[in-house]
């Protein structure tokens, strides 16, 4: 069965950075487009990052130039490298994948992401 597994979230101060990993089994994960979300209090869950199986990149403009989408193939795990955090980035983060837009989405259970001013 599917499963996606978020680590690398924590406490972290403002300008700090992070670095999100999202392990996926039960895909064949070269094929497959992965993204991140976040979803904080109060708010819609939102699209952070997303990276097509050939490696196409797109942002959230509140995040570009800040955050960086990748994935290792070898490892089946898409990475979301965060710099320059601010407050405003706290929220639950969570990975995502499917297969392409007409197919199911599965989603991780989220990791925590806190950034104190």
């Known amino acids: 069965q599917v499963q996606l597994v978020e680590s690398g979230g924590g406490l972290v101060q403002a300008g700090g950075s992070l670095r999100l990993s999202c392990a996926a089994s039960g895909i064949i994960f070269s094929i497959y487009a992965m993204g991140w979300y976040r979803q904080a209090p109060g708010k819609q869950r939102e699209l952070v990052a997303a990276i097509t199986s050939g490696g196409n990149t797109n942002y959230a403009d509140s995040v570009k130039g800040r955050f960086t989408i990748s994935r290792g193939n070898a490892k089946n795990t898409v990475y979301l490298q965060m710099n320059s955090l601010k407050p405003e980035d706290t929220a639950v983060y969570y990975c995502?994948?499917?297969?392409?837009?007409?197919?199911?989405?599965?989603w991780g259970q989220g990791t925590q992401v806190t950034v104190s001013s």
């Open positions: 995502s994948a499917r297969r392409n837009i007409a197919t199911k989405e599965y």
